[in-house]
C-alpha cells in the first residue's frame, strides 16, 4: 500500500489562540480516557490536515491523541472561556467546559471534546457520551457532504467509562477541526466585563488571522461585522435549503466564521412543518426550524452590542440591515437550483411558498420531495405526486411547475443532473443516527463508519444503500432529543 499522508507523530501542532493574553484561555491538559478504542474515524477529514487516515487507524499514537491520554509534540494544550445568550438570557461565563484545544495543525485547529474538566466546566464533569459524539461526528461529517459550512469530525474515542446523564451510558471523546472555533461569546465575555482592551484584542486577532484581507479597509472592524453578518445569512439560507434544524442557537454556538458548530438536539426535517421543533427542552420553540433565521439576526446584533467600542452606530446598524437581503437573495438562489430553474422570473417565490404549504398539507417528506421533483419532465409528472398521497393536494402546483419548466433552455435530461446534484438523497436523519448508536452501544461501530459513507456522497444513487434513504418508520417518527449529552 502506497501512503500519501502523515503519520500523527509527523504533524507539529503549532499556537494558535493561545498567542493572545491569557485572560482569553487557561492551560489545561485533557484527562486520560480508560482503555480507549476507535470507534470512528473519518478519511476526508483526516487528509484536511494531512494524515493518512489507514495509518491512523492502525497507529496506537493517533488513539491515544484522540482519547487524551497522549500529548503530541510541540503542543500546548488549552481550554478558552466565552459567554452568551441562551434561549435570550445572557449567561455571564461558559466557555469550553469539555473541550481542549491541542494546537493547529496545517491551519486547522485541533480540538478533544469530552477531554475532561476545565475551568470552565461549572458543575459538569468533563465529558461527552458515546450517543452524543456519534450524532456530532456523523452529522458534521454529512454537512460537509451536503456543501454546508461546518466544524470537522476526525475521530472517535470511545471507552467503557460510566459517565451518568439521564441514565448509565459510556464515555468518548471527539477530534474535530476547524480553522477556528472562535464564537460571538468570545466577544461578549469582554464586552460585559468592561474590557473594551480585550474586545478588540480579540477583533485584532480574528481579522489578522482569519479576514486579513480587511485589514488595510478605512474601519476594519465595521468590514467585520459585515462578513460575519453576511456569512451568517447564507448559512441559514443553506440551513433551510436543506431542511436543517440546529436546535440551540445561543450566541455561543455562533462561529465567527459562518460554520455550523457545536451539534447537540439537531435535526433533519423528515416530514416538512415549518415551525419544526428538533430540542425537546426548547419549550417554547425559540430555535424552531422557520425562526433561525430571526434569531441568527438577532444574535448579530448581539456581536454588534459586544462590538460596540468598535463601532459607530449608524454604520454598525447598516451592516446588520444587510443580513434580510443577503438571506433572501441567497435562500432564493438556493431554491431555485432545487427547483431546477437558471432563470428568475418575478413569481419564483410564490411557487415555491405554495410548494411548502403543499408538502405541509399532505406531511411530505422534504427531502424526498425535492429529490423526485427531477422526475417531472416538461411532459409527464414522474414519480414527484406519490408523495402527496392524494395527487389533488400537488395537481394545480405541478401544472404551474411544468409550465415554468416550458419556459427554461435546456433538456429534462440535463436538468435532471443539476437538480440531483443539489437535492440529496440522503440526510441523516435521527432514525439511521439512533440504528448506529444503538449498534455502537453494543460495541457494533461498523454501522458508523457505513453510515458516515452513504452521507458523504449525499447526492449519489447509491442504488446499494437505498434503504438509507427512506423516510423513518413509525418508531423513528417518535424520537426526541435534548441537551443532554
Known amino acids: 500500500m502506497i501512503h500519501t499522508g502523515a503519520r500523527i507523530g509527523d504533524l507539529r501542532f503549532a499556537r494558535g489562540f493561545s498567542t493572545l493574553p491569557p485572560e482569553f484561555w487557561e492551560r489545561r491538559e485533557p484527562t486520560p480516557l480508560p482503555d480507549p478504542y ?14 493518512d487516515p489507514q495509518r491512523a487507524r492502525d497507529d496506537a499514537d493517533f488513539l491515544s491523541i484522540a482519547a487524551g491520554n497522549t500529548l503530541p509534540a510541540d503542543c500546548e494544550p488549552i481550554s478558552t472561556i466565552y459567554a452568551g445568550h441562551q434561549f435570550g438570557s445572557y449567561v455571564a461565563q461558559l466557555g469550553d467546559g469539555r473541550a481542549i484545544s491541542l494546537g493547529e495543525v496545517n ?3 485541533w480540538q478533544l471534546k469530552g477531554s475532561g474538566l476545565t ?39 470511545g471507552s467503557d467509562e460510566t459517565v451518568y446523564r439521564e441514565r448509565a451510558e459510556t464515555a468518548a471523546v471527539l477530534t474535530r477541526l476547524a480553522p477556528t472555533h472562535i464564537r460571538f461569546g468570545s466577544f461578549e465575555v469582554f464586552h460585559y466585563r468592561n474590557r473594551p482592551d480585550l474586545v478588540k484584542a480579540l477583533a485584532d486577532y480574528t481579522i489578522g488571522r482569519y479576514y486579513s484581507w480587511l485589514a488595510d479597509a478605512e474601519n476594519p472592524y465595521l468590514e467585520f461585522l459585515r462578513e460575519v453578518v453576511a456569512r451568517t445569512a447564507q448559512l441559514m439560507a443553506k440551513w433551510q435549503a436543506a431542511g436543517f434544524s440546529h436546535g440551540v442557537m445561543n450566541t455561543d454556538n455562533m462561529s465567527i466564521l459562518g460554520l455550523t458548530i457545536d451539534y447537540g438536539p439537531f435535526g433533519f426535517m423528515d416530514a416538512y412543518e415549518a415551525g419544526f ?6 419549550e417554547w420553540g425559540r430555535y424552531a426550524f422557520d425562526r433561525q433565521p430571526t434569531i441568527a439576526l438577532w444574535n448579530c446584533y448581539a456581536l454588534a452590542e459586544a462590538l460596540g467600542d468598535l463601532l459607530e452606530l449608524q454604520p454598525a446598524r447598516e451592516a446588520l440591515e444587510t443580513f434580510e437581503p443577503i438571506f433572501q437573495k441567497t435562500y432564493l438562489a438556493e431554491l ?7 432563470s428568475a422570473e418575478d413569481d419564483d417565490a410564490m411557487l415555491l411558498g405554495d410548494l411548502h404549504q403543499a408538502m405541509e398539507r399532505a406531511g411530505a417528506d422534504y427531502t424526498l420531495t425535492w429529490r423526485t421533483l427531477s422526475t417531472v419532465t416538461q411532459e409527464n409528472e414522474g414519480t414527484f405526486a406519490s408523495q402527496f398521497g392524494d395527487r389533488a393536494l400537488i395537481a394545480p402546483w405541478l401544472e404551474r411547475y411544468r409550465a415554468r419548466l416550458r419556459r427554461e433552455t435546456g433538456t429534462d435530461e440535463e436538468r435532471k443532473l443539476r437538480m440531483d446534484a443539489v437535492n440529496p438523497k440522503y440526510i441523516l436523519r435521527n432514525y439511521l443516527a439512533q440504528t448506529a448508536i444503538d449498534a455502537a452501544e453494543r460495541k457494533d461501530f461498523s454501522e458508523v463508519q457505513r453510515l458516515l459513507g452513504v452521507l458523504q456522497r449525499p447526492f449519489d444513487d447509491q442504488p446499494e444503500n437505498d434503504s438509507y434513504a427512506a423516510p423513518p418508520p413509525d418508531w423513528g417518527r417518535r424520537l426526541v432529543v435534548s441537551c443532554s449529552s
Open 277 to 282: 421543533i428538533c430540542n425537546h427542552s426548547d
Open 107 to 109: 491551519g486547522a485547529e
Open 336 to 342: 431555485r437550483s432545487k427547483l431546477g430553474v437558471r
Open 119 to 157: 475551568a470552565f466546566s461549572r458543575f459538569a464533569d468533563g465529558r461527552a457520551v458515546l450517543r452524543s459524539v456519534i450524532r456530532e461526528f456523523l452529522c458534521s461529517e454529512a454537512m460537509a457532504g451536503l456543501g454546508i459550512p461546518t466544524t470537522r469530525a476526525l475521530a472517535i474515542a
Open 38 to 51: 476507535l470507534v470512528a474515524l473519518s478519511d476526508s477529514a483526516a487528509e484536511l490536515v494531512g494524515l
